[in-house]
């Protein structure tokens, strides 16, 4: 059928109609951000597989992961402008394809060149596809209450990738790492099938900010790289200087091109908005100790206490099942307590749990440990869900898109910029444990900033 015939046949059969239109429209975009969440978080621990099956040292190895979060980082604010003016739908369908041909070329990928080159691609599929889901959501769900619900079920599918993710990629990678590729597939087929249950999607038209575009890339690209290789090199190398200098320089670039060009990628009024400036920061923070944390107990697991990286993905099942099993809960919390309560409550959490951490002995059993790094699972579904249907209530809904594409480039860079602060943190000559001890000590302190920002969410309307 027609789109347009749909759409006319929807407005006469009404609610129903209109409620499987939604449904649909939830569904795919839940099962798109679970893919691309999954595909950051499975290849960890299939990475010795990998080098056994294509051969390269550990740098090439780093950059099958890296090369997927540089670009989903660099392309996320571009991909949010665009999905405003060629319409959510659209640039959905657009990221998800290019996303699953890519994961195509990494299980077929017959060299590392090979596989990193296709993890870029897939990268750039999962930046179009990160924010126009959100923006789905948006379109969908009008009314504010029943978005806040739809919103908990889209986190839901990130939280259960992040769940998923270790212990997947390790069962997969016994049958053949190239699985844990294969495994998009099908996940992606689906996905665009339920894309096709779901209404047009409104566009925005105006001329590409080609300036704002490179700009961006640049700035965001060279942030990310720098952070990525400061982890192995140290803040001091020479391509690290040079990455930093490139984005700073494209950063104020970017900002001078917002405020002069007639349609800027990023129109500087959004930062107007205290829930848009406040809602970015959060994000940032959140990932800094709920990605942070993680990747510092993984190694601490492993170096520490001599567990194999199936072994170590596993200590991470009470933290993140927890954090998916309450994710669902997360509107109807909001809903009784007011939105900035879970938030800021979350925040805490992660600021208790990081400092609990921080002050136990070296000696602690691994059980303990993962169970202590519960609280920071805990705040997934509180902090997550109502800030996003926050910033999707008070933002302007022909700017959705842009909009996530900033909030899901704060989250991309804070969880970079941990990885990157902690690993240093954790290599240097004083060795692991005082590494470990400031790094959660410098988790702590960013998430309680960011509860203390978070009675500004909501102090604006969109318009």
């Not at 060795?431 to 920002?453: E, M």
Request: net charge positive; charged share 10%; hydrophobic share 55%.
């Amino acid at each position: 059928m027609p789109l347009t015939a749909s759409l006319h046949r929807s407005s006469e059969m009404g609610a129903p109609e209109t409620n499987r239109h939604a449904t649909a429209t939830l569904a795919a975009a839940v099962l798109g951000f679970f893919v691309i969440t999954l595909d950051a978080t499975i290849v960890n621990v299939a990475l010795p597989s990998i080098r056994d099956a294509l051969g390269g040292g550990i740098t090439g190895l780093e950059w099958v992961v890296d090369a997927y979060t540089l670009m989903f980082a660099a392309l996320l604010l571009s991909a949010g402008a665009l999905s405003d003016r060629i319409g959510a739908r659209r640039a959905f369908a657009g990221g998800l394809s290019l996303f699953i041909i890519a994961s195509l070329a990494c299980g077929l990928a017959p060299t590392e060149p090979a596989l990193i080159a296709a993890r870029v691609i897939q990268g750039i599929g999962a930046a179009v596809t990160m924010p126009t889901s959100m923006a789905l959501v948006r379109q969908a769900f009008p009314d504010p209450a029943r978005r806040a619900r739809a919103v908990a079920v889209w986190a839901m599918g990130g939280a259960v990738a992040a769940a998923a993710g270790p212990v997947l990629g390790g069962l997969l990678s016994l049958a053949s790492w190239r699985m844990i590729f294969l495994v998009n597939l099908p996940v992606g087929l689906i996905t665009l099938v339920l894309l096709r249950r779901t209404q047009p999607s409104p566009t925005r038209p105006a001329p590409f900010d080609w300036i704002g575009q490179i700009t961006a890339i640049l700035a965001m690209g060279g942030l990310t790289f720098a952070a990525i290789e400061a982890g192995d090199a140290g803040f001091t190398a020479p391509q690290v200087l040079v990455s930093l200098a490139v984005a700073l320089v494209a950063l104020a670039a970017f900002f001078t091109a917002q405020a002069k060009v007639a349609h800027p990628m990023v129109p500087l009024a959004l930062f107007r908005s205290p829930t848009m400036v406040v809602a970015t920061g959060i994000g940032f923070a959140f990932m800094v100790g709920f990605y942070g944390l993680p990747f510092l107990f993984s190694l601490y697991f492993q170096q520490q206490h001599g567990l194999s990286a199936l072994g170590a993905g596993l200590t991470f099942l009470p933290m993140m099942l927890l954090s998916a099993c309450l994710t669902p809960l997360s509107a109807r919390i909001a809903e009784r307590t007011g939105s900035r309560v879970p938030v800021i409550a979350g925040l805490v959490l992660i600021a208790a749990g990081s400092i609990t951490l921080a002050l136990v002995p070296a000696s602690l059993p691994v059980w303990a440990s993962a169970l202590l790094l519960i609280p920071v699972g805990m705040a997934g579904p509180l902090v997550m869900p109502p800030t996003t249907a926050l910033l999707l209530e008070h933002v302007p809904a022909e700017q959705t898109g842009t909009a996530s594409g900033v909030f899901n480039t704060s989250r991309q860079l804070g969880g970079a910029l941990a990885v990157a602060v902690f690993g240093a943190l954790i290599s240097t000559p004083a060795g692991f444990q005082h590494g470990l001890r400031i790094s959660l000590t410098l988790a702590a302190v960013i998430a309680l900033l960011a509860a203390l920002a978070a009675p500004r969410l909501g102090r604006s309307r969109a318009v």
